[in-house]
Every structure is written in structure tokens, then in C-alpha cells.
């Protein structure tokens, strides 16, 4: 199954630890549409059928920030 595949199924992303432990990210509502990685892999994006984008920071495994439709972005 694929990361995305997961992450629709769960609807939350999640990241495998160097342990084969994962690591679950949790803060949408909808079901998982995108993850993309920054190019230093230190940020994670998720974009969400809640049409919300969501930033995390990897090495915390914490939530930054919120983009929503409602923001004035286009998704």
C-alpha cells in the first residue's frame, strides 16, 4: 500500500521511523488527498479534502500551520 494510500485510509499522514516504528500526524478532518516533503526534508505538507493545507516540521513531528480555503487560497 502506498504512503498515500495510508494516508487516505487513516486520514492523517504518517512517517516511518528509522525503526520501522511509525510516526502518526494528526490534524485532518478529511480524507488525505497530497504529502510532499520540502527539498531538506525537514517540512511535511499534507493537502486534505477539508481544504485545508497543513504544515509539520519532520524532526518534532509537530504541527506549524494551517492553510484553508477560506484563507483567500487557491487549493
Known sequence: MSLLSC???????????????????RAHTATVRSVHFS???QSLVTASDDKTVKVWTVHR????????????YSL
Request: positive net charge; aromatic residues 12%.
Open 61 to 72: 513531528q509537530k504541527f506549524l500551520f494551517s492553510l484553508s480555503h477560506k484563507s483567500g
Open 7 to 25: 494516508c487516505a485510509v487513516l486520514k492523517c499522514p504518517f512517517l516511518l521511523c528509522s525503526k520501522g516504528e511509525s510516526t502518526v500526524f
Open 39 to 41: 527539498s531538506d526534508g
